[in-house]
């Protein structure tokens, strides 16, 4: 007999959640992490590190721009380093151990060392080999880089790097104008980083609606950001003190060099699957590395199942958490759910930017007839008093019956607001049922309100 029921490979968001879901539904269930902490890239290295980083130095451009304007007077705080890595980590702590506490409450036994899945049903970890009637593979994914880059954590960083920097660089460049590499460049650009982020593409955040992208980028020039698009990184060259970023710009195929003190690589990221023996037991794989899944999150491997960033799909914590909750509902006998339709996607810059659904283009390129309701927050008095004004938000509807088909928000909490249009959206909810429900003025969320009523006859307050 087995000695688990379920063992999940991966603390990280993904994994974690899975095998307390398992534990939940009566499941014996033991998850194996190789890292010393719990909580994965997302807790230690990513989401959470990035999101203090943001946060604090948020509330010091507050202090330097906007504090007087409110009467707060008095010199404006000087930055220590230091002091500001010993938050962020203090935040790390809490977070990881807060996994590792919900791991004993549920009787989660962690195994802990890195895994080889030897056959179905055996996990070996060290010199041991650990049974289970069933594998959830969330191993979760890793930095991807250039050819002609050679990544060193001090001169040349991934976001690990980015977020462990001995000090502040007084040059940065950032390669890929995707997630990350703007959220950590708007970070350094705060803390007084001349921040330089060279793209690929003719827009910032691929894939993102039009509108957003050009606004966006528009607000991150005026915070301080330089861009250089239409831009194939060659080659880095690595000298003592300083990196050169040697690129072509497509429309001319001229060649240029920009000098750094750091550079950060920031273009995308890979599934980790490295170890885990997939190759050898025959689990099938897609072109781009990923695991290759059913609508039941499992392989062709009877037993092993696969979620998160190492197989298709958008390379977010909350897929992860979504698809480790249905896996473990699927192996317990019940229905696991997820509706791809409906995974918001968020960047925490200032202003934020979060967006639901379908964009303008893929409606456009569907031939779906829609309509679409904007409303700026330059109308909104709450972002008018907390100088914050910038941006808009944006529904799409169907034109015939009025369903609410994508939204798209760049402003303040627009990582909260989105989820108001998640809700909707996940009830076949209407622009109309949006437009007629209360919402509580002063706020933020008024603006969601006002966008629904531009689907219909119009905003009251543009």
Avoid at 130 to 147: C, D, F, R, T, V
Avoid at 310 to 316: F, N, R, S, V, Y
Avoid at 424 to 444: I, K, N, Q, V, W
Wanted: glycine content about 12%; overall charge negative; hydrophobic content about 40%.
């Amino acid at each position: 007999m087995a000695a688990y029921d379920v063992i999940v490979i991966g603390s990280g968001p993904g994994g974690y959640v899975s095998a307390i879901r398992c534990a939940q539904l009566g499941l014996k269930t033991a998850c194996v992490e190789g890292r010393d902490v719990l909580g994965g890239t997302c807790l230690n290295v990513g989401c959470i590190p990035s999101k203090a980083l943001l946060h604090a130095s948020h509330m010091l451009h507050e202090a330097e721009h906007n504090f007087e304007k409110m009467g707060l007077k008095g010199k404006s705080p000087s930055v220590d380093w230091i002091q500001m890595q010993a938050y962020k980590n203090e935040t790390i702590g809490t977070n990881t151990k807060g996994v590792e506490f919900l791991f004993k409450k549920n009787k989660i036994n962690w195994i802990k060392g890195w895994g080889k899945i030897t056959a179905p049903g055996k996990v070996q970890v060290g010199d041991t080999v650990h049974e289970a009637k069933n594998i959830i593979i969330a191993s979760g994914s890793e930095p991807s880089s250039l050819p002609g880059i050679e990544i060193d954590e001090e001169l040349v960083v991934t976001s690990t790097g980015a977020l462990t920097l001995p000090k502040i660089p007084k040059k940065m460049v950032v390669i890929g104008a995707g997630v990350i590499g703007l959220e950590l460049g708007s970070v350094y650009a705060r803390l007084g980083s001349e921040v330089t982020v060279v793209e690929y593409l003719d827009s910032i955040t691929p894939g993102m609606d039009r509108e957003v992208q050009k606004t966006f980028q528009r607000i991150l020039k005026k915070q301080g950001l330089k861009f250089t698009m239409g831009a194939a990184v060659q080659f880095v060259d690595k000298f003592k003190t300083k990196a050169k970023v040697n690129y072509k710009l497509l429309e001319d195929d001229s060649d240029h060099q920009i000098e750094a003190d750091v550079v950060l690589v920031a273009t995308g990221r890979k599934p980790f699957t490295d170890g885990l023996g997939l190759k050898d037991l025959g689990v099938a794989m897609t072109e781009r590395g990923q695991i290759q899944t059913n609508e039941k999150w499992q392989t062709n491997i009877p037993g092993i199942y696969a979620i998160g960033d190492a197989i298709d799909g958008p390379m977010l914590a909350h897929k992860a958490e979504d698809e480790g909750i249905a896996t473990a509902d699927v192996i317990a006998g019940n229905h696991g759910h997820v509706n791809y339709k409906v995974i918001p996607g968020v960047i925490y810059t200032t202003p934020e930017v979060a967006n639901v659904g379908a964009t303008e283009e893929e409606l456009q390129r569907e031939g779906v007839a829609y309509k679409s309701g904007k409303f700026m927050f330059m109308g909104n008095g709450r972002a008018k008093a907390n100088f914050a004004a910038d941006g808009f938000v944006k529904l799409l509807a169907d034109s015939e019956t009025d369903r609410l088909l994508g939204a798209h928000i760049i402003g303040p909490s627009a990582g909260d607001l989105i989820h108001e249009i998640c809700v909707a959206m996940e009830f076949g909810a209407s622009a109309e049922d949006l437009a007629l429900t209360c919402h509580a003025h002063p706020t933020y969320s008024e603006a969601v309100r006002e966008a629904a009523l531009a689907c219909g006859l119009g905003a009251i307050h543009s």
